[in-house]
Nanobody, 115 residues
Framework: QVQLVESGGGSVQAGGSLTLSCVVP????????MGWYRQAPGKQREVVAT????????TYINAVKGRFTASQDTARTTMFLRMNDLKPEDTGIYHC????????WGQGTQVTVSS
């Protein structure tokens, strides 16, 4: 595997939940700090959550704090983003990547939230 692979997106009504997954390729070290990125329609891509992978410590932007949870599997080969109480403003394409010195972007996964 030479690229990040995101999955788990879909269409959901406001208040619903989704869990995104990201398979991390071999060229990303298991100790690298990772980010979950979101690009909303007409907006720049932004980091919505970070994951400090050596210890699993996560941070979030205020807009998703308390609703999103970033985590990883024990082997640190797969990342997750649990998204609860989804809002229309959460709509966008979600990617994962290294927080610093990003590698090639994967295809992303689309999340669409309707009222």
């Amino acid at each position: 595997q030479v690229q990040l692979v995101e999955s788990g997106g879909g269409s959901v009504q406001a208040g619903g939940s989704l869990t995104l997954s990201c398979v991390v390729p071999r060229n990303v070290d298991a100790d690298d700090v990772m980010g979950w990125y979101r690009q909303a329609p007409g907006k720049q891509r932004e980091v919505v959550a970070t994951l400090r992978r050596p210890d699993g410590f996560a941070t979030y932007i205020n807009a998703v704090k308390g609703r999103f949870t970033a985590s990883q599997d024990t082997a640190r080969t797969t990342m997750f983003l649990r998204m609860n109480d989804l809002k229309p403003e959460d709509t966008g394409i979600y990617h994962c990547n290294r927080l610093d010195r990003q590698v090639s972007w994967g295809q992303g996964t689309q999340v669409t939230v309707s009222s």
